[in-house]
């Protein structure tokens, strides 16, 4: 079936960067654009940034511009997205989600914790 | 930035409709606007709901419907079930960006 499973839950200290993954499984890799979508406690849901499997190009929210980054790997079927300079306001739950306008299968998240 | 403004909470009781809202900062929302509806529940990930204004996927319910009216995007529930209970989320494409609502608590009681 379609999914989108995620990596593991992170601990970073305070100016480190994290990395999560996203592996894509059930459907055409370079199909479906995928999206990152995070949700700090409590908090609602933010959109972080898009990225066309295809090509390998991103569009990112301008309050991530310069900190984030995200990638592809074609060859594993796998989506990445790094947040650099972490603070403690980036302690979210990070989501990738799937399609251009439609968003319609999501990852099951990664819990990423910024603490010193 | 473009903000997007629903209604922070709502309470129905079990077989009542609830309407829920989407505005944006920026004006009259519009199909142009994709709107986006997604309902999450306490622990897990958001759930696709509506697409492109009133597109549903396999998966929604027939009670789900969304519309645009009075320039806002709109997500009807009709005969609200319990489970429905969950806090729902407005997308919209606004300026090069998507931009999520503030949410709806949607309280059944």
């Known amino acids: 079936q379609v999914q989108l499973v995620q990596s593991g839950a992170e601990l970073r200290k305070p100016g480190a960067s994290v990395k999560v993954s996203c592996k894509a499984s059930g459907y055409a890799f370079t199909s479906y654009y995928i999206h990152w979508v995070r949700q700090a406690p409590g908090q609602g849901l933010e959109w972080m940034g898009i990225?066309?499997?295809?090509?390998?190009?991103?569009n990112y929210a301008q309050k991530f511009q310069g900190r984030v980054t995200m990638t592809r790997d074609t060859s594993t079927s796998t989506f990445s997205m790094e947040l650099s300079r972490l603070r403690s306001e980036d302690t979210a739950v990070y989501y990738c989600a799937r399609g251009y306008d439609t968003f319609d299968i999501w990852g099951q998240g990664t819990m990423v914790t910024v603490s010193a | 930035q473009t903000v997007m403004t629903q209604e922070p909470s709502l309470t129905v009781s079990p077989g009542g409709t609830a309407t829920l809202t989407c505005a944006s900062s920026t004006g009259a929302v519009t199909s142009g606007y994709y709107p986006n509806w997604f309902q999450q529940k306490p622990g897990q990930a958001p759930r696709a709901l509506i697409y492109?204004?009133?597109n549903k996927h396999p998966w929604t319910p027939a009670r789900f419907s969304g519309s645009l009216l009075g320039g806002k995007a709109v997500l009807t529930l009709s005969d609200v079930q319990p489970e429905d209970e969950a806090d729902y989320y407005c997308?919209?494409?606004?300026?090069?960006?998507?931009?999520f609502g503030g949410g709806t608590k949607l309280t059944v009681l």
């Open positions: 997308l919209l494409y606004s300026g090069g960006a998507w931009v």
């Open positions: 492109i204004t009133d």
């Open positions: 990225i066309n499997p295809a090509s390998g190009t991103t």
